[in-house]
Each structure stands twice: as structure tokens, then as C-alpha cells.
């Protein structure tokens, strides 16, 4: 356990001199989701892992809870889940965003890590925040995993892709999301291709 800024995380340390793997968990999930992982993924060189508890508690039921980066409208979204919609945050600059990416760099900034080393990932929103995080650091980063992830504030990250072209990155998206639609998947793929990550 480790406190980096304003945010609580677990950290998995392998070797100093190895890359760090940054994963964000999703809405309603915490620091602990994304943990195993560490354990299933063997790359041929060790990586170091730190997983980030989410800044705000959200509700589950009676007597549970989880985090989020930001506030969802989860009315707004069971209504569309009803009509069959996927909610599309393309042209959207999601509300609390500014103060995940703001607590998010904080906690980067007190690891030491050079940015080329830092690989930043995520589950769906943490995925956004990854994505977010990777277009506006001051440097290029190592990676970017986006795990059902979903494109968003398109106008403002269109006008910063061209500064990661060679980017790697990993992305996956089940077609059965109700929420975060394969086809806003398939649309943010493109967008990252078109602007030279790889």
C-alpha cells in the first residue's frame, strides 16, 4: 500500500529498474480490481504494477461501495441501457475529468519515474482517464492498454494526437457492452490509427 498525492494504491515492486504499469480501474470498482493481473500476465522482462484507488466513493447497495475517477449519471445511463442506447462520450469532456487528470499527474510526478518507463492503462473508465493522461503528459509515455475503454472530449485530444504518433498501445473491447458501445471501441481505434499510435 502506498499514498501518492491524494491517492491510496497498491504497488507491485519487481525490480527499480524495470517499467511501472499504471492501471486505472473502472466505475464502481477500486485499487483491487485489476490486481491479478500482475499475476497473469508474464512478460519476458519483470514490470512493476501500481493500481490507484478511484477519488470518489460510490454507493453499490446496502452496506457496499466502490470508487470512481468521476461522477456518472447512472440514472441517465440505466435509461438508455432501456432503450437499447449506447451512451457515446465522443464530443463530451466528461464532468471531474480535470480532477482526475490533475490528482493523476500529482501521483505520476511524486513516483520519479521517467515517462518513458510509465505504461498507463485502464478498465473502462479508467481507460478514459488513460487515454486522457497519455495525449497531455509533458512526454510520451512507454504504453497505453485500454481495456474497454471509449473514445472522449474528441475536439481537445484531436488537436494533441499528433504529439504520440509511434505510440504503442493495447486495446480490447467485448461486443457486448452495455454501457461503452463496441462501436465507440471501433471508433476510438481509428481515431488513435489515424493519428499514428500504433
Not at 9 to 21: F, R, S
Not at 130 to 151: F, H, K, N, Q, Y
Amino acid at each position: 500500500m502506498r499514498r501518492l498525492g491524494n491517492i491510496q494504491c497498491l504497488e507491485k515492486n519487481m525490480d527499480d529498474a524495470a517499467p511501472w504499469v499504471i492501471l486505472f480501474h473502472g466505475y464502481g470498482a477500486d485499487m483491487h480490481d485489476l490486481t491479478s493481473l500482475a499475476e497473469l500476465i508474464h512478460p519476458k522482462k519483470p514490470l512493476n504494477w501500481l493500481f490507484p484507488n478511484g477519488l470518489d466513493q460510490v454507493p453499490l447497495g446496502v452496506g457496499y461501495s466502490g470508487r470512481a475517477w468521476w461522477p456518472i449519471d447512472v440514472a441517465k445511463l440505466n435509461e438508455m441501457m432501456v432503450r437499447g442506447d449506447n451512451f457515446t462520450f465522443s464530443g463530451i469532456i466528461p464532468e471531474g475529468l480535470a480532477r482526475a487528470r490533475t490528482e493523476a499527474f500529482r501521483l505520476i510526478e511524486q513516483m520519479k519515474i521517467p515517462w518513458n518507463n510509465l505504461i498507463l492503462g485502464g478498465f473502462s473508465q479508467g481507460a478514459m482517464l488513460s487515454l486522457d493522461l497519455a495525449m497531455r503528459a509533458p512526454e510520451t509515455p512507454r504504453g497505453l492498454i485500454l481495456l474497454s475503454g471509449t473514445m472522449h472530449s474528441e475536439p481537445e485530444l484531436k488537436d494533441l494526437i499528433h504529439k504520440r504518433a509511434g505510440l504503442k498501445y493495447f486495446q480490447s473491447h467485448g461486443k457486448q457492452d452495455t454501457v461503452l458501445g463496441f462501436k465507440q471501441a471501433q471508433q476510438m481505434e481509428t481515431f488513435l490509427s489515424q493519428g499514428g499510435l500504433k
